[in-house]
């Protein structure tokens, strides 16, 4: 088939949905598929086989990184041209702004079928009261003036910012034929939102000229623990390091050890709180061989976001590692269900409890590990490129039940 992929989001960053993004892109241009990525960055081999093209960015929204680009007539023109000279035979979009709406309205004058990949239902804005309503109705005349459509009317939820999030995410789900949720938990919630045609399909990793990992014969002392992610307040890396930090007074010295992989806003502020605590290291931004880097250093990866992560990629990479996962969010079940050490709650001292626990009992921490190497099948390239060619060709009945 020829397919479209079509992301607002900057791929010169890799967060989650970028990495998650350029993975698929990999996988449907080695299962033989002519893939055309269309988005804000040029990358000519991130998704070996693909075809990238760049549609630039007049600027970068402030403090988001968003790049900034309308559904203007010319854009919707230069998209058109493209669809039609590679023949397209679906548009597949993985977000929810300027460039994607042109996409879809393209794709809609073209009569091709779009889907919809939604990486986050669960955006958290962490405002003041008093601000969110403002925000909100800021919110929505972004959301016009980016994407041409008028915006939907906010769903009822605790904070009213947030529900306009939501709501622009939804907004472009109802436009899609079928929407692609990477993990159960958030397909339910689209489903309950009023989506008909759901499909939950696990993300997908790059392990071209990558070998799987093996799980560690003994966990041996100290406990190594990783933490992989953006250093955000929606991820409770402070709450994991105060958990750290507890277990390390309980525990006898040489115990346990930790690093912290990643940055954001918070990683200055956890670094000096963590200043003389010598068992807990920060490694910062790492490239993909120093995230594998750190993986095989570690015993255990741990996963502390809660309420929030839809299908962390981290949890792909652990299980291709053959890493176990401590994680406390019981929504989280793709690879969790097989790999994970689960904490009774995601309270500090629940996390203190199990990280002195499975310290104290390495065996635990082996067995999670031999149970990650068998849970990687779901994830492979080759079964998301299999899903999604059923997806693209219409056999929604089983895959959406």
């Not at 949720?181 to 958030?186: A, K, N, T």
């Not at 806003?265 to 790492?286: K, M, S, V, Y």
Request: with cysteine; aromatic share 4%.
């Amino acid at each position: 088939m020829r397919i479209a992929l079509v992301c607002d989001y900057s791929l010169d960053y890799l967060g989650g949905a970028q990495t998650a993004f350029l993975a698929e892109a990999a996988a449907l241009a080695e299962a033989g598929h002519t893939v055309v990525v269309v988005s804000p960055s040029h990358r000519d081999s991130s998704a070996g086989g693909a075809l990238f093209v760049r549609i630039p960015a007049r600027a970068t929204v402030p403090g988001l990184g968003l790049p900034l680009i309308r559904n203007t007539g010319r854009l919707r023109d230069g998209l058109r041209a493209l669809f039609e000279g590679h023949a397209l035979d679906v548009v597949h979009v993985h977000s929810e702004f300027g460039l994607v709406a042109a996409a879809i309205d393209v794709a809609d004058s073209l009569e091709l079928p779009v889907v919809h990949t939604v990486h986050t239902f669960y955006w958290q804005t962490h405002l003041p009261r008093a601000a969110q309503g403002v925000v909100a109705v800021a919110i929505r005349g972004f959301q016009r003036f980016i994407t041409g459509h008028p915006p939907l009317a906010s769903l009822p939820t605790r904070a009213r910012a947030d529900a306009a999030m939501c709501a622009v995410t939804l907004a472009t789900a109802r436009r899609a034929r079928v929407v692609v949720s990477p993990s159960r938990h958030q397909r339910d919630r689209l489903v309950a939102a009023g989506l008909p045609h759901v499909v939950a399909l696990p993300n997908t990793i790059v392990t071209t000229g990558r070998q799987r990992g093996e799980p560690p014969l003994a966990a041996g002392t100290p406990l190594r623990l990783v933490w992989i992610g953006r250093c955000v307040r929606e991820k409770r890396l402070s709450e994991f390091l105060s958990a750290c930090r507890a277990a390390l007074s309980a525990l006898p010295p040489g115990a346990l050890e930790v690093e912290i992989v990643g940055d954001g806003p918070l990683l200055a502020a956890e670094r000096n709180a963590a200043r003389g605590t010598p068992q807990i290291a920060f490694a910062g931004r790492l490239d993909s061989a120093g995230v594998v880097r750190a993986l095989e250093r570690a015993h255990l990866v741990a996963l502390t976001s809660s309420g929030f992560d839809n299908q962390p990629m981290t949890v792909i990479e652990a299980v291709y590692a053959a890493r176990g996962v401590l994680y406390v969010d019981a929504a989280l079940t793709e690879g969790l269900d097989t790999a994970g050490v689960l904490c009774a709650s995601d309270s500090v001292a629940d996390m203190t409890a199990t990280i002195v626990r499975l310290a104290e009992n390495p065996r635990l921490v082996v067995e999670a590990a031999q149970r990650a190497a068998l849970a990687f099948e779901n994830f492979s390239p080759t079964a998301h490129g299999r899903m999604l060619d059923a997806v693209y060709r219409g056999q929604l009945v089983s895959l959406a039940s």
